[in-house]
């Protein structure tokens, strides 16, 4: 019993529920966003300490025992993620005040964002399968408002599909829970876990994982299933893309990551070694699609498909080298997804167009901004002294000892490929003439700067403190790989 | 535009908004041991009020009740996260309810429980949205 556990839900609602109040009064909104966006901060920062130091904190809401009652589950694995949704909500709440929101800060952006961000931790902490469905759709919401927010005609027409795709698998979703709680007769993650273990996972239960499966994976956007991502991440303010890239298809991989350690483990040969097949194809075509283009929005957006193909890879592998770089690239990817948002946000800003046809000698005027673009460049592809470089790494020790070396020879080639990928932005936009866009303005990058230097500064402490961190992932990898640990975390007597 | 003489759906709504209001609050406060709750008494004191719109239109109703129906939705929301916060005081779980027996000189005995405030903000909510939504809509001039 430890209220400890729902602050960082509370939290953002009650910054959202404020907000509204205060929504024609944009200094207000901006302050207070601030300020509640770093208390968020400090919170998951307490309980992340808190958590490393005494174990899982559970709560009973309502008082009301274990199975029975709503059960909020605080494990490491839950407070690394929560930590980080934090740190990208601060950048993203210092960024939003110069991003250029214009009449839509005034339309309840603030609002918005807070009961996103109260989606997203709501999703990580719950121990709950339908409360999980809940917080999908608090924090679904809050996007379907936010991408549509301004209501430009792409606006529009990208948030349909976007809205149509994430109903049918919010659908589908709530279809797996009917199923699973037919079956196993509850709907507490702990207890249909050690339901789903007397049994073995026999008979139907391998169909409503695949079920489920299908569901997260169109969520966290995997191949096939990711035809819907990049265009409408792109078409949004940079902010709110920063906010969705970095957050929302996590959710999709947190969730897999849950139910495939915590329920469905009985059957490795069938869900597992089908991960690593679409994990494998996710990172083809995702990086084909961010070498196709010359937009440096979709650029971006196409590379969180291979990001999430490598986090899938490591749970598809289900060994503890494999789910510990899994984790580590998941956290890692989070910030760096972020960084690299805002900044093409503001390349874009600056050279008055994302086409990089239409680009060139940006070093000239802005050599911060390129170098920045060269260092996430870096850390996204894995060079050694960043944080890209332990997760993969990892995931590769992984993927060796398991015996995939197919899967890890992908890895490898894709990671090049992104590399290319985002270096085609430092080398076509940032190198060349000086006077390659004609008519250059220049314009002021005044606090937008900053919120990118805080992510990217992490990704370097995440790089080099590796020997610092490197345990805590271990640590998780190995709580994952034992689900009792979980069960009796929140079914104790 | 002549406008038709619609004496017959005035008379009967100032009626009917009324019944359907007393008895959506009848609803609201039975949802304890009955059927109902703060969902479809919110759905139905929304259904009074637009009944009114309709047969009054616009801008008569705006001045018979001047209610900004988003500060509605935000206060209820307020409220229900309130009586889950309000029991961190008293050291209980998030959203923990509590009752008690009182005596009223009407009424007798009364068991009044928090989960009714919790209702509440529910109830506002759902006005608030409601409402919200159909007059943002027929006040869309484009």
């Known amino acids: ?493 | 535009m002549i406008r038709p003489n619609n004496l017959i759906l005035r008379t009967t709504t100032s009626l009917i908004a009324f019944l359907l209001l007393g008895f959506s609050i009848y609803s609201f406060f039975a949802g304890h041991n009955a059927p109902g709750g703060g969902f479809i008494g919110g759905l139905m004191t929304a259904g009074a009020i637009l009944l009114l719109y309709m047969s009054y239109g616009i801008e008569t109703v705006d001045e018979m009740l001047p209610i900004n129906y988003t500060t509605l939705i935000s206060s209820g929301l307020a409220i229900a996260v309130g009586t889950g916060v309000g029991s961190f005081i008293f050291g209980a779980p998030f959203l923990s309810h509590t009752f008690g027996y009182f005596h009223f000189p009407i009424f007798g005995e009364v068991e009044l429980a928090t989960a009714m405030l919790f209702d509440l903000g529910v109830y506002l909510t759902v006005v608030g949205v409601v409402m919200t939504i159909i007059l943002t809509i027929a006040n869309d001039q484009e």
Request: glycine share 8%; hydrophobic share 55%; charged share 10%.
């Open chain 1, 1 to 493: 019993m430890s209220n400890l556990a729902v602050l960082p839900i509370v939290l953002p609602l009650i910054a959202a529920i404020i907000l509204i109040f205060f929504n024609s009064n944009v200094k207000i909104s901006r302050l207070l966003t601030k300020v509640f966006s770093l208390a968020g901060l400090a919170v998951a920062g307490y309980v992340f300490l808190h958590v490393m130091e005494n174990g899982t904190i559970t709560l009973q809401t309502g008082s009301w025992v274990a199975p029975y009652g709503i059960i909020l589950v605080v494990d490491a694995l839950s407070a690394v993620l929560i930590l980080t949704t934090n740190i990208v909500s601060v950048a993203c709440a210092f960024y939003a005040a110069h991003a250029g929101l214009g009449e839509k800060e005034k339309f309840y952006f603030y609002p918005f964002f807070f009961f996103l961000i109260t989606g997203v931790t709501g999703a990580f902490i719950t121990g709950d399968l339908f409360n999980l469905f809940v917080f999908f759709e608090v924090l679904l919401m809050a996007s379907y408002a936010l991408i549509v927010l301004g209501g430009d005609k792409v606006q529009l027409r990208e948030s349909i599909k976007y809205l149509l795709i994430n109903l049918f698998s919010s659908m589908l979703f709530v279809t797996a829970i009917a199923f699973i709680y037919g079956v196993v007769g509850t709907i507490n993650m702990a207890q249909i876990s050690e339901r789903v273990g007397e049994v073995e996972q026999q008979g139907i239960l391998t169909t409503i994982a695949f079920l489920l499966f299908f569901v997260f994976a169109t969520k966290a956007a995997l191949f096939p299933l990711y035809y819907w991502l990049p265009n409408s991440y792109i078409v949004p303010n940079p902010v709110i893309s920063a906010l969705f890239g970095a957050l929302l298809t996590k959710v999709g991989v947190y969730s897999i990551t849950r139910v495939f350690t915590l329920i469905f483990t009985h059957r490795l040969e069938l869900t597992h070694e089908f991960f690593i097949w679409i994990a494998g194809l996710s990172m083809i075509f995702g990086v084909i699609g961010a070498l196709s283009t010359n937009n440096i929005k979709l650029i971006v957006a196409y590379n969180i498909i291979p990001a999430i193909g490598y986090m899938i890879m490591g749970i598809g592998i289900f060994n503890q080298e494999a789910l510990s770089g899994s984790i580590y690239y998941l956290v890692q990817d989070m910030i760096v997804k972020a960084a690299l948002f805002l900044l093409v946000g503001v390349i874009a800003y600056v050279a008055g167009t994302s086409d990089l046809r239409k680009m060139g000698g940006l070093i000239h005027h802005y050599p911060v901004l390129g170098w920045l673009l060269f260092i996430s460049a870096f850390v996204l592809a894995g060079i050694p002294p960043f944080s890209g470089f332990i997760g993969k790494l990892l995931l590769l020790e992984g993927a060796f000892q398991g015996g995939d070396i197919v899967i890890a020879i992908i890895a490898l080639i894709t990671s090049l490929l992104i590399l290319y990928s985002v270096i085609k932005i430092f080398i076509r936009g940032f190198w060349g003439d000086k006077d390659t866009i004609k008519n250059l303005e220049k314009k002021s990058t005044k606090g937008m700067i900053g919120p990118i230097v805080f992510l990217l500064s992490f990704t370097v402490i995440l790089g080099i403190g590796a020997e610092f961190f490197y345990p805590i992932s271990d640590s998780i990898a190995e709580y994952l790989l034992d689900p009792e640990i979980y069960i009796d975390s929140v079914l104790k007597e």
